[in-house]
């Protein structure tokens, strides 16, 4: 069940258009101490923000998978990505998934040690966690990016 309930939006600020989102998404990474490639959404239609709580939500057209060339790892973002961001961590992340061999595992949680830190965490739901150079994200490209509608 996502968190982004009619009393949540109420006192959420909500931004639209894909570009303000897009730019809101890296702002808010920013000010999370996170990398701001870390979330490279597409067609974003809303972005949703409860500064009280850290709730963020981003909701695209499609779904997107993504290849991060410097770590070797394929990504998986749905329409609807929720997550809570505390300073240099992402908790209860949901809509993202990495791909391991052949099977695709859902992350719950991302976190850098602190913010002058050059390693990144993710973490699996089963506690098992992989940490890959905080530069991972460097190499987006969005014109590089698969789009697909199932996963």
């Known amino acids: 069940m996502s968190p982004v309930t009619p009393e949540v939006r109420a006192c959420a600020e909500i931004f639209t258009g894909n570009e303000v989102c897009k730019e809101k998404a890296k702002s808010l990474l920013r000010e999370y101490c996170l990398p701001d490639g870390l979330l490279p959404v597409e ?13 963020v ?7 997107i998978k993504h290849k991060f060339e410097k770590v070797g790892k394929q ?3 749905a329409t609807e990505i929720t997550s809570y961001f505390e300073k240099c961590k992402i908790k209860k992340l949901s809509g993202v998934k990495s791909k391991e ?28 966690s992989k940490t890959f150079p905080k530069a991972f994200h460097l190499s987006f ?10 996963l």
Request: glycine content about 4%; charged content about 30%.
């Open 75 to 77: 990504v998986s973002y």
């Open 101 to 128: 061999v052949l099977i695709w595992i859902s992350l719950v949680e991302i976190y850098v040690e602190n913010p002058t830190s050059d390693k990144i965490t993710m973490k699996t739901p089963t506690g098992i």
């Open 43 to 55: 067609d974003v239609e809303e972005l949703g923000y409860v500064k009280e709580t850290g709730l």
């Open 57 to 63: 939500w981003v909701k695209q057209k499609n779904d």
């Open 141 to 150: 490209d969005a014109s590089k990016e698969e789009k697909c509608v199932t």
